[in-house]
């Protein structure tokens, strides 16, 4: 559920684990649907919600992908994306966020209505440039591979990417790890980091910690999504501390996915006992009805981690943002330990 309790709002945060397509209100899909003449289940929020949002663990797959589906047809035109991204920085700066890292498939997002990649892209820095000057936040910008989409879109995305370095600071795999293994991307994952970009694949969510050590061996991504079932193997723990590989957690979204069974059982202050860089993120905030207050108050109330514990991971995230340094620097003050 969204959390705007001041005791968690007012703390400065870094979300460095965000998908732009999971991050679209309800009233914005239904105006976006209307300006467009696109189908809807219902055009009416409360009514709408059950079609675009998840509210409990699920049983199959099937509830989410609807969900996606919907957000894919809403990515209707690059002044569609520029409004999705202007309202995700609104309500990341609603809740303090000062560092924010989003990410976005462009191969899938952008497919939906067949928009022009650059396009797409200069609705979304339109609003980044916006919401910069605005909110004092620093914002970069992660391009991602859908694994189901297949080699070949990992190496047009990572092109793309490349010739984008400029505004596009980091890489990223997601999707169907068990069916879509690391080996598959490994060559055009190595060549965006070649390039400069930063790294962090999505592995060891809902695949055993052996995916995790696999991605390592492979690519040494500079950070992992998700990550949190090293905690089965603790060689594969020792391997992620020793080289400073950093864990993009996001406890609700594990628990709505059954990675974990229970979110009592989340091992997210497990993993920061033992010396993991672990940090808090949000994932999908619209389609998990979550929001970063909300992962605080599980990591806090249910998880038993402090407030100075939190703020040490956020310290963790500024460290490994893909933001260049220049920029980190407009925010670091906000996150130093006291
Ligand atoms: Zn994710």
Request: proline letters at 4%; one cysteine or more; charged letters at 25%.
């Amino acid at each position: 559920m969204k959390n705007f309790d001041p005791k968690y709002n007012e703390i400065p945060k870094t979300e460095i684990h965000a998908h732009l397509e999971g991050a679209i209100r309800t009233a914005t899909i239904i105006d976006i649907a209307r300006e467009h003449g696109l189908d809807l289940p219902s055009y009416e929020v409360e009514e709408l919600n059950p079609h675009v949002k998840v509210y409990d663990q699920w049983e199959n797959l099937d509830a989410v992908l609807g969900a996606f589906g919907i957000a894919q047809r809403s990515i209707a035109s690059p002044q569609a994306l520029k409004r999705i991204a202007w309202e995700f920085f609104e309500d990341s700066a609603r809740q303090n966020v000062r560092l924010l890292e989003v990410r976005f498939s462009p191969d899938w997002a952008f497919s939906g209505h067949h928009l022009d990649w650059d396009a797409a892209l200069d609705g979304i820095l339109s609003a980044k440039a916006k919401a910069e000057s605005e909110f004092g936040m620093a914002i970069g910008l992660i391009a991602i591979t859908s694994r189901s989409m297949g080699s070949q879109s990992c190496e047009k995305t990572v092109d793309w990417a490349i010739r984008h370095r400029d505004v596009i600071c980091g890489f990223d795999l997601a999707d169907s790890e068990a069916r879509h293994p690391i080996s598959e991307f490994a060559r055009p994952v190595l060549r965006a980091k070649d390039a400069g970009l930063g790294i962090t694949i999505h592995t060891g969510e809902d695949t055993p910690a052996q995916t995790v050590r696999d991605t390592i061996l492979a690519v040494e991504p500079h950070r992992i999504g998700h990550g949190i079932n090293i905690i089965e193997d603790m060689d594969v723990v020792e391997m992620v501390i020793e080289r400073g590989i950093t864990l993009e957690v996001n406890p609700w979204s594990n628990y709505l996915t059954h990675s974990v069974p229970t979110i009592e059982s989340h091992p997210l202050k497990k993993l920061f006992d033992l010396g993991v860089r672990v940090t808090i993120n949000s994932d999908d905030p619209e389609v998990l009805e979550t929001n970063l207050n909300n992962e605080y108050r599980i990591a806090h109330e249910v998880l038993g981690m402090s407030f100075e514990e939190i703020k040490k991971s956020n310290s963790f995230a500024v460290e490994a943002s893909f933001l260049p340094e220049a920029e980190k620097q407009k925010v670091r003050g906000v996150f130093l330990q006291d």
